[in-house]
């Protein structure tokens, strides 16, 4: 396995379901990242974290509940979700230098919420 | 002023033409302006990406043109092909900060 794993690539559940999104990284990187991609909006930036600690919370409600348990390794636990959270959610990492370095992204977990 | 604007949002190109798409931003901080290349059902993926000490880059067929004063840059594709049509986003990011702000994203299509 190689670049950025998400599963499920798919996902349907209804709005009192408890669901997990998981994302793994095989490029050694030093932060993770969750992202929102929805229709005719730009990428909107979730959650970050750098060396397993959360450094970047935006605004995102708390219905979204990150858990990075290594540098590897990312989650996005979900509850009680609304039908306006119907978007491609997308995992990345990075490795953070001095410098702003590119981000790589997995091929995203496709959510529906019903 | 965390705003990176893209235009157009979509684009049709005859293959073998030129496609190009602008990206203007207000901070004056960002010194790091990717392009990412994303096709359906997949992630983005990085196409090239330019430091605000030059002026241009080139790769291969993609050349960022980058406009320091004006607060501007953009993408060109050379010899457009079918194989092209993705959507693409211009992004911006600071050195120290996590946070990469993307465009809304250009929807191009290259006609055979």
């Known amino acids: 396995e190689t670049g950025v794993t998400q599963t499920p690539r798919h996902l349907v559940m209804g709005m009192t379901n408890k669901k997990s999104l998981k994302c793994e990284q095989h490029?050694?990187?030093?932060?993770m990242y969750w992202y929102k991609q929805s229709a005719k909006k730009p990428l909107e930036l979730m959650f970050v974290?750098?060396?397993?600690?959360?450094?970047e919370n935006n605004s995102v409600p708390s219905r979204f509940s990150p858990e990075c348990p290594n540098s590897s390794h990312l989650f996005l636990h979900l509850h009680t979700l609304q039908p306006e959270d119907s978007a491609l959610y997308l995992c990345?990492?990075?490795?953070?230098?001095?410098?702003?370095?590119?981000?790589?992204f997995g091929n995203g977990t496709r959510l529906t919420v019903t | 002023q965390q705003q990176v604007k893209q235009s157009p949002q979509s684009l049709i190109v005859q293959k073998g033409g030129i496609s190009i798409i602008n990206c203007a931003y207000e901070?004056?901080?960002?010194?790091?302006f990717p392009w990412y290349q994303q096709f359906p059902g997949k992630g983005p993926a990085l196409l090239i990406a330019?430091?605000?000490?030059?002026s241009e880059k080139k790769e291969g067929r993609f050349t960022i043109s980058f406009n320091k004063s004006a607060k501007q840059f953009s993408l060109h594709i050379m010899d457009s092909q079918p194989g092209d049509s993705a959507t693409y986003f211009c992004?911006?990011?600071?050195?120290?900060?996590?946070?990469?702000?993307f465009g809304a994203g250009t929807r191009l299509f290259v006609k055979a």
């Open positions: 990345a990492s990075s490795q953070v230098r001095g410098g702003s370095s590119p981000l790589h």
């Open positions: 490029l050694g990187h030093n932060a």
């Open positions: 974290y750098s060396l397993e600690e959360r450094v």
């Open positions: 901070n004056t901080a960002f010194d790091y």
């Open positions: 330019i430091r605000p000490d030059v």
């Open positions: 992004a911006a990011s600071y050195t120290g900060g996590f946070k990469t702000i």
